[in-house]
């Protein structure tokens, strides 16, 4: 991909991302005008990725299912009082990483880890035909099982804060300066924290990557 | 299973990014989501009719009344400073109260006289929960800071001189008084002034005259030993050991309960009751029942004389004060 690509690229996504906080900005509106309904559609629209954020933070599917719940609730009993400063999406991301922090470090001693299914869509699929040699493709679910576990394992190494930039950055695909928006911290912190986070990583699962 | 890292080649092996791409295909089936949101819907119905915390209407409040944020914490250091003052000026003036009361003012039980020599609360006399017994001040002593538990090592000097801590027992104010002018009082002994820490556990808006114990952290925080006090006192001077030997405290005693009124237990005549009024006093306790005790002593003495009776229509006591309607 050329720089001109990956500018475009960018370009697009942030043309998207202010269509989107318009819509947004909007529903908010109707809810804060009584129509309470409206928020229903806010919860459907950011739900998923809410949920997929605290999943990965957590490693827990139903502490993530909780998490998800009370922000949304928070979000909901505090809309009046959202005056869009920020984005929506910025906004409620934020009450989501909070609450999550907050629940890890009162629980560091009581964690459980339960996973989801990774759901095999064509990317998944080709990567795994890709990885898979012949000795373990017989056994691919085995195989893609324990990936998985390593993969967690690795992320419950980092801190609660290098893993959120983590999972912000890498799964959910933010930027920089939605992070650093996100966290409260600048974007130079938001690079260092990955930069060094994907370090510990790479040292984690060496025996598992390519060198 | 276990995957052999060995086993395939290293062009094989992914990526991190590829590993954690694996890690966006996590995602719950249509279930999960359903379930999630008929929870989500019983949770947001059940926070919709919660009453928000009273903080949050303080906030609530701050933010519409558009009060600037430096308003805040002066606001809030202006009442921690009330609170200190009053809190501050509360205690002095228990100190004041209490430093104020006269002998003029104690209140001894009837047919008991306060005995010459009677040791004042500050005059550093025998020790500060004794000196307010003595005095007869037991009415404005509260309940946690008198008398006595006979568990307290520094109260087992005083059996053998009166029966003040005998085995548990609990004296009640009446007796205290009686024990306090012909026993206790007249032994010239030696000891600490009251304590300031005492004094400020002295509060009249609480005082009553009912069954009281005294704990030994009290006594010892005021810094007092009563056993080791009497008995320096009586190995350094012969007349008092000889004074504390001839007291019959047992006989004091007696004395004192036979010459008290069983105001609680006489049934009241007509006039009495004319004068009592409507006050009911019954299921009072606590100082309220002792006013009520004083009332009635009141009565008891005054109905005697005709021409009163006939020009009183009802007797009252608050605090200190006696109140009568004609």
Same mark, same amino acid.
């Given at each position: 991909? #050329?720089?001109?690509?990956?500018?475009?690229s960018?370009?697009?996504?942030?043309?998207?991302?202010?269509l989107?906080?318009?819509?947004?900005?909007?529903?908010?509106?109707?809810?804060?005008?009584?129509?309470v309904? %409206?928020?229903? /559609? !806010?919860?459907?629209?950011?739900?998923?990725?809410?949920?997929?954020?605290?999943?990965? *933070?957590?490693?827990?599917?139903? /502490?993530?299912?909780?998490?998800?719940?009370? #922000?949304?609730?928070k979000?909901?009993?505090?809309i009046?009082?959202?005056?869009?400063?920020s984005?929506?999406?910025?906004?409620?991301?934020?009450?989501?990483?909070?609450?999550?922090?907050?629940?890890?470090?009162?629980?560091? !001693?009581?964690?459980?880890?339960?996973?989801?299914? @990774?759901?095999e /869509?064509?990317?998944v699929?080709?990567?795994l035909?890709?990885?898979?040699?012949?000795? @373990?493709?017989?056994?691919?679910?085995?195989?893609?099982?324990? !990936?998985?576990?390593?993969?967690?394992?690795? *992320?419950?190494?980092?801190?609660?804060?290098? %893993?959120?930039v983590?999972?912000?950055f890498?799964? /959910?695909?933010?930027?920089?300066?939605?992070?650093?928006?996100? #966290?409260? #911290?600048?974007?130079?912190?938001?690079?260092?924290? !990955?930069?060094?986070a994907?370090?510990? *990583?790479?040292?984690?699962?060496?025996?598992?990557?390519?060198? | 299973? $276990?995957?052999?890292?060995?086993?395939?080649?290293?062009?094989d092996?992914?990526?991190?990014?590829?590993?954690?791409?694996?890690?966006r295909?996590?995602?719950?089936?249509?279930? &999960?989501?359903?379930?999630?949101?008929? $929870?989500? $819907?019983?949770?947001?119905?059940?926070?919709?009719i919660e009453?928000?915390?009273?903080?949050?209407? +303080? +906030?609530?409040?701050?933010?519409r009344?558009?009060?600037?944020?430096?308003?805040?914490?002066?606001?809030?250091?202006?009442?921690?400073?009330?609170?200190?003052?009053?809190r501050l000026?509360?205690?002095d003036?228990?100190?004041?109260?209490?430093?104020?009361?006269?002998p003029?003012?104690?209140?001894?039980?009837?047919?008991?006289?306060?005995?010459a020599?009677?040791?004042t609360?500050?005059?550093?006399s &025998?020790?500060?929960?004794?000196?307010?017994?003595?005095?007869?001040?037991?009415?404005?002593?509260?309940?946690?800071?008198?008398?006595?538990?006979?568990?307290?090592?520094?109260?087992?000097?005083?059996?053998?001189?009166?029966?003040?801590?005998e085995?548990?027992?609990?004296?009640?104010?009446?007796?205290?008084?009686?024990?306090?002018?012909?026993?206790?009082?007249?032994?010239?002994?030696?000891?600490?002034a009251?304590?300031?820490?005492?004094?400020?556990?002295?509060?009249?808006?609480s005082? &009553?005259p009912?069954?009281?114990?005294?704990?030994?952290?009290?006594?010892?925080?005021?810094? &007092?030993?009563?056993?080791?006090?009497?008995?320096?006192?009586?190995?350094?001077?012969?007349?008092?050991?000889?004074?504390?030997?001839?007291?019959?405290?047992? +006989?004091?005693?007696?004395?004192?309960?036979?010459?008290?009124?069983n105001?609680?237990?006489?049934?009241?005549?007509?006039?009495?009751?004319?004068?009592?009024?409507?006050?009911?006093?019954?299921?009072?306790?606590?100082?309220?029942?002792?006013?009520?005790?004083?009332?009635?002593?009141?009565?008891?003495?005054?109905?005697?004389n005709?021409?009163?009776? +006939?020009?009183?229509?009802?007797?009252?006591?608050?605090?200190?004060?006696?109140?009568? $309607?004609?």
């Amino acid at each position: 991909m #050329t720089a001109s690509q990956t500018l475009s690229s960018a370009g697009a996504i942030a043309a998207e991302r202010r269509l989107e906080a318009e819509a947004d900005a909007y529903l908010v509106q109707r809810v804060q005008a009584g129509e309470v309904d %409206r928020f229903d /559609d !806010l919860t459907l629209k950011y739900r998923e990725r809410i949920w997929s954020l605290l999943y990965h *933070m957590t490693s827990n599917r139903e /502490d993530a299912a909780d998490l998800t719940q009370d #922000t949304f609730i928070k979000a909901f009993q505090s809309i009046n009082r959202f005056q869009g400063q920020s984005s929506f999406f910025t906004w409620i991301y934020r009450i989501a990483v909070n609450g999550a922090i907050n629940y890890l470090q009162k629980n560091k !001693l009581r964690r459980f880890f339960s996973f989801e299914k @990774v759901q095999e /869509d064509g990317s998944v699929t080709s990567l795994l035909d890709q990885l898979a040699d012949s000795s @373990v493709s017989s056994d691919r679910a085995a195989y893609l099982s324990e !990936l998985q576990q390593k993969l967690n394992e690795a *992320m419950q190494k980092l801190s609660i804060r290098h %893993r959120t930039v983590v999972t912000l950055f890498e799964i /959910d695909g933010l930027s920089h300066e939605e992070i650093a928006e996100i #966290t409260g #911290t600048s974007v130079g912190t938001v690079r260092s924290r !990955l930069h060094y986070a994907k370090q510990l *990583m790479q040292a984690d699962l060496a025996d598992y990557l390519k060198t | 299973m $276990r995957i052999n890292p060995e086993s395939s080649a290293s062009k094989d092996k992914p990526s991190l990014d590829q590993l954690l791409a694996l890690k966006r295909a996590e995602r719950p089936d249509a279930a &999960f989501w359903q379930a999630f949101d008929e $929870r989500m $819907r019983q949770r947001q119905l059940a926070a919709m009719i919660e009453p928000a915390p009273w903080w949050y209407g +303080a +906030a609530l409040f701050l933010r519409r009344a558009s009060v600037r944020k430096v308003f805040v914490p002066v606001a809030a250091s202006a009442c921690l400073a009330l609170f200190l003052t009053l809190r501050l000026g509360n205690v002095d003036l228990k100190n004041a109260k209490l430093a104020g009361v006269s002998p003029s003012r104690v209140v001894t039980p009837a047919g008991l006289e306060p005995a010459a020599g009677t040791q004042t609360g500050s005059s550093g006399s &025998f020790d500060g929960s004794s000196a307010k017994l003595a005095t007869g001040k037991w009415d404005r002593i509260t309940r946690t800071d008198m008398a006595a538990t006979t568990d307290s090592p520094n109260l087992k000097g005083l059996s053998g001189t009166s029966d003040l801590a005998e085995d548990g027992k609990i004296l009640n104010a009446n007796q205290v008084a009686a024990v306090g002018p012909g026993g206790l009082t007249n032994v010239p002994v030696k000891g600490a002034a009251l304590g300031s820490e005492t004094l400020s556990t002295v509060d009249s808006s609480s005082s &009553f005259p009912a069954t009281f114990s005294l704990t030994a952290p009290i006594l010892e925080t005021a810094g &007092f030993s009563v056993g080791e006090s009497i008995a320096s006192i009586a190995g350094t001077d012969s007349a008092v050991e000889d004074s504390l030997g001839s007291v019959n405290f047992d +006989a004091v005693w007696e004395e004192g309960i036979a010459a008290l009124p069983n105001l609680e237990t006489a049934p009241l005549n007509p006039r009495q009751a004319r004068l009592l009024a409507t006050v009911d006093d019954a299921g009072v306790t606590g100082p309220t029942k002792s006013l009520a005790h004083v009332r009635e002593r009141v009565v008891h003495r005054l109905e005697a004389n005709e021409e009163f009776y +006939a020009s009183a229509s009802r007797v009252g006591v608050s605090g200190d004060r006696l109140s009568l $309607r004609f």
